[in-house]
Nanobody, 126 residues
């Protein structure tokens, strides 16, 4: 069992930056592939980024590539999402998620993740 708690959301102007954190409790954090997803009201949950459980390989949605960076600190049981050059269309509730399996072709599908945090609101003003 893993419990996830996000923090770091807020209101920022377009072009600004935010860093989200996701703290995990429970055992074997390093055994989980960690992902970030976002969701706007009325829209489907969207994959943002993921980081593998062992190699630290990172994967990104095309819409955030070059602007967002995912990282993890297994000693602190925490995964981060550094968001730069934010745009109004990045506004959403951001949630972190954990899955036991390696990141593969299914890794962008929310249904393949076993555990979820409650989410943190990110609002980017124009």
């Amino acid at each position: 069992q893993v419990q996830l708690v996000e923090s770091g959301g807020g209101l920022v102007q377009a072009g600004g930056s935010l860093r989200l954190s996701c703290a995990a409790s429970g055992r074997a954090f390093s055994s989980y592939t960690m992902g970030w997803f976002r969701q706007d009201p009325g829209k489907e949950r969207e994959f943002v980024a993921a980081i593998s459980r062992s190699t630290g390989n990172a994967y990104y949605a095309d819409s955030v590539k070059g602007r967002f960076t995912i990282s993890r600190d297994n000693a602190k049981n925490t995964v981060y999402l550094q968001m730069n050059s934010l745009k109004p269309e990045d506004t959403a509730v951001y949630s972190c998620a954990a899955r036991l399996s390696y990141f593969d072709s299914s890794g962008e599908r929310p249904a393949t993740y076993n555990y979820w945090g409650q989410g943190t609101q990110v609002t980017v003003s124009s």
